[in-house]
């Protein structure tokens, strides 16, 4: 068996992923006429989505550490129902009660947070309770839908980036400028790691993996952005770059940094690991899952103000099932059942892989009774998958 082959037999989970996010959008292609690769839907995919990949990107944390949040469904509609309540009842400006929804997502983390790390209550029970209280206080609050939002507020999540370069034809220049530092960035920093890689003497992905994964991921980006810069064709409303999507990527970006770079991401990965050995290694885990509680409140808040900026208006039954949907991205992302082992670039892909089920079974007018079911069968498959997997490397 050469380098390859063995690689790739090892990392069987990443690829299969991202073969699946390929095969799903092209049968959905097929099945809605086209309709999935348009312009207008891909945008669509990105807005309607957002809270997908905002919470996934903190429940994988979660999940890494060998904890799970059942809340951040309830905590995105009480944030929501606090931005209403200050932005129409209290009169505030929307830029600072963004900032204040925020905090109070991140009070809620510090709320959870506390129970779990410092008094020992496991977090299925805290994040439980808390599903409990946060729905029940949005009803409070927010009991009477609360609207009549500000237009910059609703454009945090339905606005674009206005086209400050101009246009070269159907082309949005200032898309295609942030499409092409995205390949650029992608290639760079994948030949900096391989760089560093070798100089320490680790091994590093065969070149010819390397290679063909980064040329679909370029791919891809380059597809996205040709539609997003030409999106001004299909919708005069729109002129290329969703905000949220910058939102999305600056999100990603910096939680990939966190967790790749910084001693607290390696914190989590360790405690995740062997928590016994994390603690005789010195990491102080009951700060660091307090603070991952916080954070997963941060990123509830950020998703609470999408949410709200995107339905126009506070109501008490927003975010109903975001936390499962956010977990279930996570495990389709490559996220381990048992803690330890996840990526935020797989994630991703696991959120594009619901973003993808959503879209697609909407356009085809799928009852929700059989998007549930659908939604739920892929989430089995992907973990059978993972499990079955690595009983078989073990074996090996």
Known sequence: MNALTQYLSRNVRDYGMMAALIVIVIVFQVLTDGKILESPAIASLVTQNAYVFILTIGMVMVIVAGHIDLSVGSVVAFVGGVTGWLMINQGLPWPLVVVLAIGVGALVGVWQGFWIAYVGIPAF???????????????????????????????IAGGYIPAWFGFAGP????TLLVGVVAIAGLVVAGLRKRSVLRREGLHS??????????????????FVTYKLATNVVADPSSTGTPIVLIIVGLLVLAYTFVMNRTVF???????????HAAVLSGVNTKRV??????????????????????AGASIAAAGVN???????????????VTGGIGKVSGAIIGALIMGVLNM?????????EWQQTVKGLVLLAAVAFDILNKRRNAAV
């Open 360 to 368: 697609g079974l909407s356009l085809m007018n799928v009852p929700a």
């Open 289 to 310: 899952n307090f603070m991952i509680f916080v954070n997963m409140g941060i990123l509830a808040g950020i998703a609470g103000v999408v949410t709200t900026s995107r």
């Open 265 to 275: 991401g390696r914190h989590i990965y360790a405690i995740g690991g062997n928590l």
């Open 171 to 174: 082309f949005d220049l200032l």
């Open 322 to 336: 975001f936390e499962l949907d956010a977990i279930a991205a996570a495990f389709i992302g490559g996220t381990a």
């Open 205 to 222: 992905e065969p070149l010819v993996a390397w290679i063909v994964k980064t040329a679909v991921i370029a791919a891809l980006i380059g």
């Open 125 to 155: 029970i805290v994040t439980l309770a808390g599903m409990l209280i946060f729905r029940g206080l949005a009803i409070v609050i927010a009991g009477t839908t609360i609207s009549g939002f500000p237009q910059g507020f609703k454009n």
